[in-house]
Structures are given as C-alpha cells and as structure tokens.
C-alpha cells in the first residue's frame, strides 16, 4: 500500500556532493518520521539521518556537519543532501517511513522501506 522510491545516488570524487530523494505514494493517512539508512559492503545497516513531521531532525556523530536531512510533508518527500563525502560514505542508501495507513486509534504505524540507492565515492 505504501511505496517508498528513492532517486540520486551515483558514483562522485571525495570532497564531493550528492543529493538523494525519496518519494512515498499509495494510500495511506500520515507519515510520521521519515529517515536514510545506509548499509555498506559487509557492515551493518545503519541510521544515518531522521526527521519527524515536525521538522526536527538527527544524524549519527560521522556525518554530522556534512549530511542534511529534510522533508516536503505536503509532498510526502524526504532529500539527503550530502557534503564532503568521504570514501566511508560508500554504500547503499535506503529510504524509511513510518507510516499509518488507516485514520483510526486502534492502527499504529508500520516502517516501510525502499529499494536502496548505491552511492560510490572514490578517494
């Protein structure tokens, strides 16, 4: 019911930027965080950065500085904006939200995924 399609990533020199996105469609009634993650060969998926409906957001300590997250509610978008990228950023980056399909108390909310985008940075 919820899709999650993410779009940016790409192969850049370190030093450089990529700007990611993610776009939710289907039926649902709200969306509540919004985040990347981020898993690289061999490691660990990982939080990199979220952001609630209310515009606050996080990010892990090695990306802080560099990485800025931010969402469009009216959209049902969330962007990454990378800078500085490092070798150490290599990986695939996945979009999730957490989201409530139906407007009644009893339905929490569920984490949905997308497919992943690859993003490759070269020293």
């Known amino acids: 019911q919820v899709q999650l399609v993410e779009s940016g990533g790409g192969s850049v020199q370190a030093g450089g930027s990529l700007r990611l996105s993610c776009a939710a469609s289907g039926s649902f009634f709200h969306i509540n965080s919004m985040g990347w993650h981020r898993q690289a060969p061999g490691k660990q998926r990982e939080l990199v950065a979220v952001i609630t409906s209310g515009g606050n957001a996080d990010y892990v300590d090695s990306v802080k500085g560099r990485f800025t997250i931010s969402r469009d509610n009216a959209k049902n978008t969330v962007d990454l904006q990378m800078n500085s990228l490092k070798p150490e950023d290599t990986a695939v980056y996945y979009c999730?939200?957490?989201?409530?399909?139906?407007?009644?108390?009893?339905?929490?909310?569920?984490?949905?995924w997308g497919e992943g985008t690859l993003v490759t940075v070269s020293s």
């Open positions: 999730n939200a957490e989201v409530k399909v139906l407007p009644y108390v009893s339905q929490g909310y569920s984490v949905n």
